[in-house]
């Protein structure tokens, strides 16, 4: 199976950006759906953005406008680039395919105001 190792994450001011990179073990050249997801303390762990094997994104309400996904396939990595950034982005985040039930450890975001 592919294993995905997040990375990137730290401390920013509102209004800052961060990128997260998520580097895989394998080929990320797929049919398969990507997803960053990202779990805030004290909540649910939620779906934030997702790219398609087709290269098609979709992502949530919360982070329309701010967040793009992408993936460059020769360095076996997927991207999170966060814009805007707010206090309420705080979580850690997850890089893993959509459809699988296993994660990695994740990468903190911390925004302060």
């Known amino acids: 199976q592919v294993q995905f190792v997040e990375s990137g994450g730290g401390l920013v001011q509102a209004g800052g950006s961060l990128r997260l990179s998520c580097a895989a073990s394998?080929?990320?050249?797929?049919?398969?759906?990507i997803g960053w997801y990202r779990q805030a303390p004290g909540k649910q762990r939620e779906l934030v953005a997702a790219?398609?094997?087709?290269?098609?994104?979709r992502y949530a309400d919360s982070v329309k406008g701010r967040f793009t996904i992408s993936r460059d396939n020769t360095k076996n990595t997927v991207y999170l680039q966060m814009n805007a950034l707010k206090p309420e982005d705080t979580a850690v985040y997850y890089c893993?395919?959509?459809?699988?039930?296993?994660w990695g450890k994740g990468t903190l975001v911390t925004v302060s105001s």
């Open positions: 790219i398609e094997g087709s290269g098609s994104t």
């Open positions: 893993k395919y959509i459809w699988a039930n296993y």
């Open positions: 394998g080929s990320i050249f797929s049919t398969n759906a």
